[in-house]
């Protein structure tokens, strides 16, 4: 399975999850969401990243649009840092469309997005998220050191006071390890002479995230004495 195979299936398999755990309260449309780079990406990575939303319905003035990160650690960060006041800064996220001032973006936590509707926007307009704009000499927004998934989930509300819908697409960033750095060995605390031990080993990047697969190999020992 190559790399591309493997985001498509994560994707899938998280979209039926969400729906399965949902079902019952929220209300699912399908929609055009796009993602770029679409990854690999990797840890501690300083880069930008592209999300845009075409609406599958139209969203009247004092509606909103919600972009939910989260990640297969259960945390709820992903970025070192994300902001909108400082252009300037590490991690500025900025929002467009087409008529810009239709829309005030906000940022109540680390890993969610709103973005207030202020005049009415018809179906099939584009909403873009750019995380780590460097267009205003940011210098972009940097992964944490932690090899995961992140999830993009985009949400959004007609009206004010109306029911929050799901788009039923979900783009999916796996962020993988560095390149090696050491490599760990686990032996066995009790070994007896002239015996055999079997020694695991994994290779770690200079953040200690596994790389690969843990593997076994079987040492036979020589002396006639361990002190």
């Given amino acids: 399975m190559n790399q591309k195979e493997f985001s498509e299936r994560i994707r899938e398999n998280w979209r039926a999850r969400l729906r399965d755990l949902y079902r019952d309260k929220f209300r699912f449309l399908p929609g055009k969401v796009n993602f770029s780079p679409p990854g690999p990406a990797y840890v501690a990575q300083m880069a930008t990243w592209e999300l845009t939303?075409?609406?599958?319905?139209?969203i009247e003035g004092e509606g909103e649009i919600q972009i939910q990160l989260n990640n297969s650690l259960g945390a709820n960060w992903v970025f070192n840092v994300l902001q909108i006041h400082?252009?300037?800064g590490e991690g500025?996220?900025?929002v467009d469309c087409k008529r810009f001032s239709s829309i005030s973006p906000e940022l109540p936590r680390p890993n969610l997005i709103i973005i207030k509707i202020k005049e009415k926007l018809a179906e099939g307009e584009w909403i873009r998220v750019i995380f780590g704009d460097k267009r205003y000499r940011s210098s972009g927004a940097q992964?944490?050191?932690y090899t995961q998934k992140v999830f993009f989930y985009v949400s959004f509300k007609e009206r004010k006071f109306s029911e929050l819908i799901l788009v039923d697409k979900t783009p999916c960033l796996n962020v993988l390890p560095d390149k090696k750095?050491?490599?760990r060995v686990?032996?066995?605390s009790f070994v007896a002479p002239q015996g055999k031990i079997s020694l695991k080993k994994i290779d770690l990047d200079r953040?200690?995230?596994p790389i690969g697969r843990l593997t076994e190999d079987t040492v036979k020992i020589k002396?006639?004495?361990?002190?």
């Fill in 53 to 58: 939303f075409y609406l599958p319905v139209a």
């Fill in 86 to 88: 400082n252009p300037e």
């Fill in 92 to 94: 500025y996220v900025s």
């Fill in 143 to 145: 992964l944490k050191i």
């Fill in 181 to 183: 750095y050491s490599t």
């Fill in 186 to 188: 686990i032996v066995p």
């Fill in 207 to 209: 953040f200690g995230n």
């Fill in 223 to 227: 002396t006639s004495s361990i002190k």
